[in-house]
């Protein structure tokens, strides 16, 4: 009897326990501080360094002092956090009025969003580069609003192509493969060509290789992941890893690290982002590099583009003057140039190629015409690209390439 | 003398007893609502909100579509990989409590005898329990790295290694650090409830099965283990819970590997939600996965019988 009794005790104890600590993460509160006549916008921005909290304090500081009715509170959140940051502010019903983020094409896809034209000037509309406002675009309508651009190019560390014997830095996938070989074989903790395929961001590496053999992942109607020239260019990076051409496990290495890994000089190759080059210039500025355009597979020049987008949520139709004038205020030429040189990328606005200038930085800016989009105005891009980042790796571990990209084509389309 | 006079005729004691109880429970309501209320708003609303939302299709952004009955859990039945992380979270969860459990009596056994520094010993089997899990986990992710991990350093320096391997970045490898440092973690709250039990055993009891002629090996098998009962009974069922839904041990040292085959079915509902963007999948399998500890703890206590007091 006692010993039912108990029992059933520390079986309710476990329940309650079980249920602690299975159902958390709930939060979300509607606050809705719209005076009269100002208004409060909320602003939700991912981190792209450590300076970007500091960087539109500055912004939001000035702003507000011209515009003493309009209040503006900023959320920085972690590039890790962010979808979830979003996505549970979106379903608590407390989206944020403006967010800066990669893709805005889920959210327009469930009508969240205002169209670009009811939130910035006809002024501010007109200066994005056309390529850029095609690619922020949902058929004819604009809907987000570029941000910032960014483009890949390779880095190459010219001490350890000298002392591997490597004369020439390689244009094409061959050339690459044999020079990244010869690197490898220094040994000592050195690898010929950096492959992050690490779940950070393994689509965009793969992006690089797809893309340098004419491939690609599809457009806003569909995505396209398990094609024939898709296939060569995965097998092609397989054949990377099984020739030890590449550092070990790339199927599980992470973006950041390994650039980290590179800026030590242990690596001969790899592809990096122009904030890369302010960093070797802070962190080891006796690393002996140059910058060199993509290899690909007939040389032919390609890079992979990036644009991450500002976007208006449908919250209350009364801040729209507001977004308006804060967005408008945000793209005038000096206070969007300081933000841009500010974090090391490139502008995405007429007037701000105009007013750029940093020689160092100047390859990527030329790579940009080649550049080549992810299909982010397809609603199932962010799964896709979740697909990408964790399963694409499994090519390091020994599983076939053909039967990764399946895998991957069926979770875009379920 | 007979028991049978004793005791008062059945049905109207029943009656009387019920009566009161109910007044009683009646007149403690005010002192058990706020109770009653933070459990109903911390614990059962969100366990039924949970369950609700597996039931529903919810957009990748949040937005919720409407009712699709078990869809979600069909969709789940139809993963793939689901035979896989059933296996290892039964891995991770028996073998890190095992573990635990067997190293903790070891530990509570040497605490529990006098020795010199015994306080200071004490106070190091606390520190694990002191520092956040995620810290730990995080310290030995980059100890193991590879390329500038000092662990992998000196096992390479002192010659175990010919040159550093990727123990975070090989499936199994990962999985058993992972597992080594939920041990880790666990052995403080394990030791100290196991020390707790130790110390209520009477010394007149092991005086007794001196006396006997009990030798140390049958002491402990029989005095000293079952009087332990209770308190393994405690510490196994927690254990069981709480390394059953630890998600920062997995999430932090097997996070970078590809593919499903380091997952257990808690880190599995984490890539529901961010990589899979599926919120409603990601909350089916949170049912399951609640379903789940509730079976295996009600197993223990059917198979084991902790709580038997005879």
Same mark, same amino acid.
């Given at each position: 009897?006692?010993?039912?009794?108990?029992?059933?005790?520390?079986?309710?104890?476990?329940?309650?326990?079980?249920?602690?600590?299975?159902?958390?993460?709930?939060?979300?509160?509607?606050?809705?501080?719209?005076?009269?006549?100002?208004?409060?916008?909320?602003?939700?921005?991912?981190?792209?360094?450590?300076?970007?909290?500091?960087?539109?304090?500055?912004?939001?500081?000035?702003?507000?002092?011209?515009?003493?009715?309009?209040?503006?509170?900023?959320?920085?959140?972690?590039?890790?956090?962010?979808?979830?940051?979003?996505?549970?502010?979106?379903?608590?019903?407390?989206?944020?009025?403006?967010?800066?983020?990669?893709?805005?094409?889920?959210?327009?896809?469930?009508?969240?969003?205002?169209?670009?034209?009811?939130?910035?000037?006809?002024?501010?509309?007109?200066?994005?580069?056309?390529?850029?406002?095609?690619?922020?675009?949902?058929?004819?309508?604009?809907?987000?609003?570029?941000?910032?651009?960014?483009?890949?190019?390779?880095?190459?560390?010219?001490?350890?192509?000298?002392?591997?014997?490597?004369?020439?830095?390689?244009?094409?996938?061959?050339?690459?493969?044999?020079?990244?070989?010869?690197?490898?074989?220094?040994?000592?903790?050195?690898?010929?060509?950096?492959?992050?395929?690490?779940?950070?961001?393994?689509?965009?590496?793969?992006?690089?290789? %797809?893309?340098?053999?004419?491939?690609?992942?599809?457009?806003?109607?569909?995505?396209?992941?398990?094609?024939?020239?898709?296939?060569?260019?995965?097998?092609?990076?397989?054949?990377?890893?099984?020739?030890?051409?590449?550092?070990?496990?790339?199927?599980?290495?992470?973006?950041?690290?390994?650039?980290?890994?590179?800026?030590?000089?242990?690596?001969?190759?790899?592809?990096?982002?122009?904030?890369?080059?302010?960093?070797?210039?802070?962190?080891?500025?006796?690393?002996?590099?140059?910058?060199?355009?993509?290899?690909?597979?007939?040389?032919?020049?390609?890079?992979?583009?990036?644009?991450?987008?500002?976007?208006?949520?449908?919250?209350?139709?009364?801040?729209?003057?507001?977004?308006?004038?804060?967005?408008?205020?945000?793209?005038?030429?000096?206070?969007?140039?300081?933000?841009?040189?500010?974090?090391?990328?490139?502008?995405?606005?007429?007037?701000?190629?105009?007013?750029?200038?940093?020689?160092?930085?100047?390859?990527?800016?030329?790579?940009?015409?080649?550049?080549?989009?992810?299909?982010?105005?397809?609603?199932?891009?962010? %799964?896709?690209?979740?697909?990408?980042?964790?399963?694409?790796?499994?090519?390091?571990?020994?599983?076939?390439?053909?039967?990764?990209?399946?895998?991957?084509?069926?979770?875009?389309?379920? | 003398?007979?028991?049978?006079?004793?005791?008062?005729?059945?049905?109207?004691?029943?009656?009387?007893?019920?009566?009161?109880?109910?007044?009683?429970?009646?007149?403690?309501?005010?002192?058990?609502?706020?109770?009653?209320?933070?459990?109903?708003?911390?614990?059962?609303?969100?366990?039924?909100?949970?369950?609700?939302?597996?039931?529903?299709?919810?957009?990748?952004?949040?937005?919720?579509?409407?009712?699709?009955?078990?869809?979600?859990?069909?969709?789940?039945?139809?993963?793939?990989?689901?035979?896989?992380?059933?296996?290892?979270?039964?891995?991770?969860?028996?073998?890190?409590?095992?573990?635990?459990?067997?190293?903790?009596?070891?530990?509570?056994?040497?605490?529990?005898?006098?020795?010199?520094?015994?306080?200071?010993?004490?106070?190091?089997?606390?520190?694990?329990?002191?520092?956040?899990?995620?810290?730990?986990?995080?310290?030995?992710?980059?100890?193991?790295?590879?390329?500038?991990?000092?662990?992998?350093?000196?096992?390479?320096?002192?010659?175990?290694?010919?040159?550093?391997?990727?123990?975070?970045?090989?499936?199994?490898?990962?999985?058993?650090?992972?597992?080594?440092?939920?041990?880790?973690?666990?052995?403080?709250?394990?030791?100290?409830?196991?020390?707790?039990?130790?110390?209520?055993?009477?010394?007149?009891?092991?005086?007794?099965?001196?006396?006997?002629?009990?030798?140390?090996?049958?002491?402990?098998?029989?005095?000293?283990?079952?009087?332990?009962?209770?308190?393994?009974?405690?510490?196994?069922?927690?254990?069981?819970?709480?390394?059953?839904?630890?998600?920062?041990?997995?999430?932090?040292?097997?996070?970078?590997?590809?593919?499903?085959?380091?997952?257990?079915?808690?880190?599995?509902?984490?890539?529901?939600?961010?990589?899979?963007?599926?919120?409603?999948?990601?909350?089916?399998?949170?049912?399951?996965?609640?379903?789940?500890?509730?079976?295996?703890?009600?197993?223990?206590?059917?198979?084991?019988?902790?709580?038997?007091?005879?």
């Amino acid at each position: 009897m006692t010993s039912t009794r108990t029992t059933v005790r520390v079986g309710a104890l476990a329940l309650g326990l079980g249920l602690a600590v299975s159902a958390c993460g709930f939060g979300g509160d509607s606050g809705d501080d719209s005076g009269s006549g100002g208004a409060t916008l909320d602003l939700l921005v991912p981190s792209y360094s450590d300076g970007t909290q500091a960087l539109w304090e500055g912004i939001i500081k000035d702003f507000e002092a011209e515009n003493s009715d309009i209040k503006v509170n900023l959320e920085v959140q972690s590039w890790d956090n962010i979808n979830d940051v979003v996505r549970t502010k979106v379903q608590s019903d407390d989206a944020p009025d403006i967010l800066n983020i990669d893709a805005f094409a889920g959210f327009a896809a469930d009508d969240l969003l205002y169209p670009a034209a009811e939130v910035v000037s006809e002024d501010t509309l007109g200066d994005f580069q056309d390529s850029f406002a095609e690619n922020a675009s949902i058929g004819d309508e604009q809907i987000g609003l570029p941000l910032i651009a960014s483009a890949r190019t390779m880095f190459v560390n010219t001490d350890l192509m000298d002392k591997a014997g490597v004369t020439a830095v390689p244009a094409t996938w061959d050339e690459l493969l044999a020079a990244a070989k010869k690197v490898s074989a220094l040994g000592g903790g050195v690898y010929g060509y950096g492959m992050p395929l690490g779940n950070e961001e393994a689509q965009a590496e793969t992006s690089i290789w %797809a893309f340098g053999n004419g491939g690609g992942w599809g457009d806003a109607d569909k995505i396209t992941v398990d094609t024939p020239e898709n296939l060569e260019a995965v097998e092609f990076m397989k054949t990377m890893i099984d020739e030890k051409a590449t550092q070990p496990d790339p199927g599980a290495t992470d973006r950041t690290p390994l650039i980290n890994v590179f800026m030590q000089g242990k690596i001969g190759f790899i592809e990096a982002l122009p904030p890369t080059v302010g960093e070797i210039e802070k962190n080891n500025p006796e690393l002996k590099y140059e910058l060199a355009p993509i290899p690909t597979k007939d040389g032919e020049p390609v890079t992979l583009g990036v644009a991450d987008h500002l976007m208006a949520f449908k919250n209350d139709d009364d801040k729209k003057d507001a977004i308006t004038t804060f967005l408008d205020y945000f793209y005038s030429t000096d206070v969007y140039m300081n933000f841009v040189t500010t974090e090391n990328f490139l502008p995405v606005t007429k007037s701000g190629a105009e007013a750029y200038d940093n020689a160092d930085l100047q390859v990527f800016l030329d790579a940009l015409p080649d550049a080549q989009f992810y299909p982010s105005t397809n609603s199932k891009w962010s %799964a896709t690209q979740g697909a990408f980042q964790s399963l694409v790796g499994q090519i390091g571990q020994g599983k076939d390439a053909a039967a990764v990209l399946k895998e991957i084509q069926a979770k875009a389309d379920g | 003398m007979s028991i049978g006079k004793t005791r008062p005729p059945k049905s109207r004691s029943r009656r009387t007893g019920s009566g009161r109880a109910g007044r009683e429970l009646l007149s403690a309501l005010p002192w058990l609502a706020p109770t009653l209320v933070l459990i109903f708003a911390i614990v059962l609303f969100p366990a039924g909100y949970m369950v609700w939302t597996s039931t529903r299709d919810v957009s990748e952004f949040g937005v919720d579509r409407g009712p699709v009955g078990s869809e979600n859990y069909q969709r789940l039945l139809e993963f793939d990989a689901i035979p896989r992380v059933l296996v290892n979270t039964v891995v991770w969860v028996v073998g890190v409590v095992l573990v635990t459990i067997l190293i903790s009596l070891a530990l509570a056994q040497l605490l529990d005898k006098a020795f010199p520094g015994r306080r200071l010993v004490r106070l190091a089997v606390i520190v694990p329990w002191a520092s956040s899990v995620v810290m730990t986990s995080v310290v030995f992710y980059y100890g193991l790295d590879p390329f500038y991990g000092i662990l992998n350093r000196a096992l390479v320096d002192v010659g175990i290694l010919d040159q550093p391997y990727g123990f975070t970045k090989n499936t199994v490898s990962a999985f058993l650090v992972a597992m080594g440092i939920a041990v880790f973690v666990s052995l403080p709250f394990t030791t100290y409830t196991l020390l707790a039990g130790l110390q209520t055993i009477p010394e007149d009891t092991l005086e007794a099965a001196q006396v006997d002629g009990a030798g140390p090996a049958r002491t402990y098998l029989e005095i000293i283990l079952p009087s332990l009962r209770p308190a393994l009974a405690v510490a196994t069922i927690i254990n069981i819970i709480n390394v059953f839904n630890s998600l920062p041990i997995l999430r932090t040292i097997t996070g970078s590997i590809p593919g499903y085959n380091a997952d257990t079915t808690t880190t599995m509902i984490f890539k529901f939600i961010q990589a899979e963007r599926q919120v409603d999948t990601a909350s089916a399998l949170s049912v399951v996965n609640f379903v789940l500890v509730l079976v295996i703890i009600l197993i223990y206590l059917r198979v084991v019988r902790p709580m038997r007091e005879d």
